[in-house]
């Protein structure tokens, strides 16, 4: 399954962003769907996950309260809508799937998308 992300760009700081992650399979609904992400020099970290139909999400502390995943089966298609953005929001944001629950490895990676937040 391949995943392309879009909808990275540059705000500023309390603005937002709408990333989406597009799969080349219908295959997708039967998959858990994630994103992550990772700022210069730092380790990926994991931003939020939801199930494979949409009934559970979780999220990273970081980013509660602010940041929104969903899906759609039917395009194909996961988003991470982020709110009240913030400097520190600044890295590339990766999509991920995965067989299985809760979101950990990513079986399948997209190629990542440049978030940058300015002051």
């Known amino acids: 399954i391949r995943l392309v992300e879009s909808g990275g760009g540059l705000v500023q700081a309390g603005g937002s962003l709408r990333l989406s992650c597009a799969a080349s399979?219908?295959?997708?609904?039967?998959?858990?769907m994630g994103w992550f992400r990772q700022a210069p020099g730092k380790e990926r970290e994991f931003v939020a996950a939801i199930t494979e139909r949409g009934r559970s999400t979780t999220y990273a502390d970081s980013v509660k309260g602010r940041f929104t995943i969903s899906r759609d089966n039917a395009a194909n298609t996961g988003y991470l809508q982020m709110n009240s953005l913030e400097p520190d929001d600044t890295a590339t944001y990766y999509c991920?799937?995965?067989?299985?629950?809760?979101?950990?490895?990513?079986?399948?990676w997209g190629q990542g998308t440049q978030v940058t937040v300015s002051s």
């Open positions: 399979e219908r295959a997708f609904s039967s998959y858990v």
């Open positions: 991920a799937v995965q067989r299985d629950w809760p979101l950990r490895r990513g079986d399948y």
